[in-house]
Nanobody, 124 residues
Framework: VQLQASGGGLVQTGDSLRLSCAISGRTVTSAIMGWFRQASGKEREFVSF????????SYTTSVKGRFTTSIDTAKNMVYLQMNSLKPEDTAVYYCSAGRPITSIAKSASGYGYWGQGTLVTVSS
C-alpha cells in the first residue's frame, strides 16, 4: 500500500486548507485511515481517523469542530478539511492506513502504512 499526502502550504491564522491522501497498491478495504501530525521537536500526534465506510470518525479534542475527515472510496482518496487554522496547527501532516484495534486507533503504532507527509505552516 502506498499513500501520498498533498495539499499543505503556508497560510494565515483563520485560513483553510484541504489535505488529500491518495491510496494506491493493494486493496485496503476495511482499513482505518488516520491523519497524524508532527510539529518540530514534538512527537507525532493523532489528529483524526475515518473508517472505510465513512460512517465512523474520530478527532483529537484540539481540532474538533474545525477539521473534517472524509473518504472517497471510488477514487481511493482520503481528505482532511482544515478550517479556522491556528499557529499551533503548524506541523507535518501524515496520512496512514491500518486495521488498529479500538484501544490503539489513536496511536501511531496502530497503523502500518504511512505517507511521506505534507507541511502545513500557519502564520500568526
Amino acid at each position: 500500500v502506498q499513500l501520498q499526502a498533498s495539499g499543505g502550504g503556508l497560510v494565515q491564522t483563520g485560513d483553510s486548507l484541504r489535505l488529500s491522501c491518495a491510496i494506491s497498491g493493494r486493496t485496503v478495504t476495511s482499513a482505518i485511515m488516520g491523519w497524524f501530525r508532527q510539529a518540530s521537536g514534538k512527537e507525532r500526534e493523532f489528529v483524526s481517523f475515518i473508517d472505510w465506510t465513512g460512517r465512523s470518525t474520530s478527532y483529537t479534542t484540539s481540532v474538533k469542530g474545525r477539521f473534517t475527515t472524509s473518504i472517497d472510496t471510488a477514487k481511493n482518496m482520503v481528505y482532511l478539511q482544515m478550517n479556522s487554522l491556528k499557529p499551533e496547527d503548524t506541523a507535518v501532516y501524515y496520512c496512514s492506513a491500518g486495521r488498529p484495534i479500538t484501544s490503539i486507533a489513536k496511536s501511531a503504532s496502530g497503523y502500518g502504512y504511512w505517507g511521506q507527509g505534507t507541511l502545513v505552516t500557519v502564520s500568526s
